[in-house]
């Protein structure tokens, strides 16, 4: 990479950086002292909210893209259930598969049995990908 690129590449981010810490200020400066009657704060201050906000909250990414880690332990999960799944006899199965219904039944969230009926899983119920 040519060095014009590199310090055009530094200053993009500089600017960037300067622009997150003035957004910061202005939505401060027009939100908080109206909505909670705090102070009016400076480019300096609202830089250090900006750290602070990032020592207390953490980094995001860590190392890579924010929702890539989520993506691992799902398919991690997966993958043991199916073999966990794979070492059970069928009535071991069906027993998991009938706790998982019990957990997951919609009357546990407050629906209404008329509503149940619209979720219920039985072989005389329609599909399950139609009109849900």
Known sequence: MRPIKKIG???LGIAFFAAVILLTQVLWNNLI????????????????LLVLGK??????GRGGAPWGDGWRRR????EKMKEKMAHMTPEQRE??????????????FGCQDEEFDRWKDTPEDKPRNQDL
Do not use: N, T
Not at 33 to 48: C, D, K, M, N, R
Not at 75 to 78: D, E, I, L, S, Y
Not at 95 to 107: G, L, T, V
């Open 75 to 78: 398919k991690a999960w997966k």
């Open 33 to 48: 002292p109206e909505l909670f009657h705090g102070p009016v704060i400076s480019y300096w201050q609202a830089l250090g």
């Open 95 to 108: 027993a998991m598969k009938q706790r998982f219904r019990d957990y997951c039944d919609p009357r546990r």
């Open 55 to 60: 020592l207390l909250f953490g980094w995001h």
């Open 9 to 11: 590449l530094a200053f």
